[in-house]
């Protein structure tokens, strides 16, 4: 079972980046799939969810209308892209396989950083 996330990076305010989660090792096709996030000396925050259908089933409003999240059952992968970003979007980004009660994660990734800063 691994999640790989890439995409991460440096970017400055009102930017976008688009990061990318690969699975392997269990049916990705049928698994509800996850972002969360964590900041430097933060807790960890669940930002969004999609089903196994690509219905999105949660987003938490401080990214609404600015992340999306997608997936691509053919190609095992999930996305999440975002636009707008800001400097509190700064944090260590995993995707994360959840139940479809939305409430508890199987496992997740090793993460990728997102930095956003002039």
């Known amino acids: 079972v691994q999640l790989v996330e890439s995409g991460g990076g440096l970017v400055q305010p009102g930017g976008s980046l688009r990061l990318s989660c690969v699975a392997s090792g269990f049916t990705f096709s049928n698994s509800y799939m996850s972002w969360v996030r964590q900041a430097p000396g933060k807790g960890l925050e669940w930002l969004s969810t999609i089903t196994s259908g690509g219905a999105v089933a949660y987003d938490i409003d401080s990214v609404k209308g600015r992340f999306t999240i997608s997936r691509d059952n053919a190609k095992n992968t999930l996305y999440l892209q975002m636009n707008s970003l800001k400097p509190e979007d700064t944090a260590r980004y995993y995707c994360?396989?959840?139940?479809?009660?939305?409430?508890?994660?199987?496992?997740w990734g090793r993460g990728t950083q997102v930095t956003v800063s002039s």
């Open positions: 994360a396989r959840v139940t479809t009660t939305i409430d508890t994660m199987y496992f």
